[in-house]
């Protein structure tokens, strides 16, 4: 099994930039996509964007889209979220997750999830 652990969270200005890193380890890092999601306090945990094991393939959520990238390193085991052009509206607990099959926008696509890392856009 697999276990992530989010960093790069933090307190930026509106406009400002974070990239979130999701270290894996365990027994493989060969799942097709690893996800990421967040979840503001009150609201239910939403999509952000995932990544396939070659990178081709990276959906994203229409808030983002344009602002955010997602990439991944096999090598390191390492998948990261790029964040540009933040707003009040993108803080929240950033989650990092393993997809293990189904809609890959579901949150119950995915498991392994780690403990998350707080994003604070201020105005």
């Known amino acids: 099994q697999v276990q992530v652990v989010e960093s790069g969270g933090g307190l930026v200005q509106a406009g400002g930039s974070l990239r979130l890193s999701c270290a894996a380890s365990g027994r493989t890092f060969s799942q097709p996509f690893m996800g990421w999601f967040r979840q503001a306090p009150g609201k239910e945990r939403q999509f952000v964007a995932a990544?396939?094991?070659?990178?081709?393939?990276?959906p994203y959520a229409d808030s983002v889209k344009g602002r955010f990238t997602i990439s991944r390193d096999n090598a390191k085991k390492t998948v990261y979220l790029q964040m540009n052009s933040l707003k009040p509206e993108d803080t929240a607990v950033y989650y990092c997750?393993?997809?293990?099959?189904?809609?890959?926008?579901?949150?119950?696509?995915?498991?392994?999830w780690g403990p998350g890392t707080q994003v604070t856009v201020s105005s």
């Open positions: 997750a393993v997809a293990f099959g189904g809609l890959i926008t579901a949150a119950s696509s995915y498991s392994s």
């Open positions: 990544i396939s094991w070659s990178g081709v393939n990276t």
